[in-house]
């Protein structure tokens, strides 16, 4: 085969349509997994956007820029303004909106002195709502993300509790807010809490499928083919379930293994590790909905800005 010293006058395009071309017709009708054999564990991106931090995968988003209190009125009803009962419970923090509807059935809720069980009702502007006879306002909006420590439960109503993440937050927050989601007491990372009960109900339902990545530390060194199982989906009590993405994150430490899942199943991430014979030593979650912990030290919180939440509302985030 001859070879001439002189590059080829064939324009760039040609060149690379032939390449390409050439690459097809080397393994007809075989895809990328038939090649290397067998199905390979799923991974994040090699190099993921932003900086990867020693706590796992914490990408820079959209929601990283630096935070400030967002501008809401206490009183979102203006003159003209009606707004649903169940959504009206739920801005001034009472509960959320699928349980202010039970409320509202129950006979616990009153507008102008007539006691209320009709869903759907309006709340229009001046009129006086009460909540076990006691008058409410709503409450300005307030969006909080909070790295949870250790030992810190987010059930607020455990009498039996010593710490809550409230405590955490209780000097600089005024309006009452509470956990979107749960972490279990030994589990720390990234919650939302708020008293925005539409945006809460919103990320925490099922269908609306929001992302989140954990790391986690194992008892022991996990075999490709048991987080090969995790991707697959197993069987638990409650059904089957499977993680979106799983990998080793350190190389060089395997104990360490970086999970994407958006199932919020209760304690989801132990019970599959336990599921096929490992035991999680440490749980942090690093990624939620599209917030990071960037700059967010642990046992430490901030408001969110005006963008995330926006992009919070319009589902923006995965």
């Not at 419970?89 to 509807?101: F, M, Q, T, V």
């Not at 008058?135 to 307030?142: A, G, L, N, R, S």
């Not at 979107?180 to 339902?205: P, Q």
């Not at 379930?241 to 994150?249: G, N, P, R, S």
């Amino acid at each position: 085969m001859e070879r001439q010293g002189k590059k080829s006058e064939a324009p760039r395009g040609e060149k690379k349509s032939k390449r390409r071309d050439e690459v097809q017709s080397a393994s007809p009708g075989k895809r990328k997994d038939e090649l290397h054999g067998e199905k390979p564990i799923r991974k994040f991106d090699d190099q993921p956007r932003g900086k990867k931090s020693n706590k796992g995968f914490v990408r820079k988003t959209k929601g990283d820029n630096e935070a400030v209190k967002p501008k809401t009125k206490s009183n979102p009803l203006k003159t003209s303004d009606e707004t649903r009962l169940n959504k009206f419970l739920a801005n001034a923090g009472i509960c959320s909106r699928r349980e202010a509807d039970t409320y509202i059935a129950a006979g616990v809720v009153s507008i102008n002195g007539r006691i209320v069980t009709e869903l759907g009702t309006k709340v229009l502007y001046g009129d006086v709502v009460k909540f076990n006879d006691l008058p409410i306002m709503p409450e300005k909006m307030t969006y909080i993300l909070l790295n949870k420590p250790k030992d810190y439960v987010t059930t607020l109503e455990d009498p039996h509790a010593k710490n809550t993440v409230i405590d955490l937050i209780r000097n600089g927050c005024k309006e009452r807010v509470y956990p979107v989601g749960r972490l279990d007491k030994a589990t720390t990372g990234l919650l939302l809490l708020t008293n925005d009960g539409e945006l809460a109900d919103f990320l925490s339902h099922p269908r609306n499928n929001k992302k989140k990545i954990y790391q986690a530390t194992l008892d022991r060194i996990p075999a490709e083919e048991d987080l090969q199982k995790l991707y697959d989906g197993i069987e638990l009590e409650d059904g089957k379930i499977k993680v979106d993405e799983i990998t080793y994150c350190n190389p060089e430490d395997k104990h360490e293994i970086g999970v994407e899942i958006h199932s919020g199943a209760n304690r989801v991430i132990r019970r599959m590790f336990e599921h096929i014979g490992y035991k999680v030593k440490k749980l942090d979650r690093v990624y939620y909905a599209g917030l990071t912990k960037k700059n967010l030290p642990r046992g430490k919180w901030r408001f969110l800005n005006e963008k995330e939440v926006v992009m919070l509302k319009r589902g923006s985030y995965s």
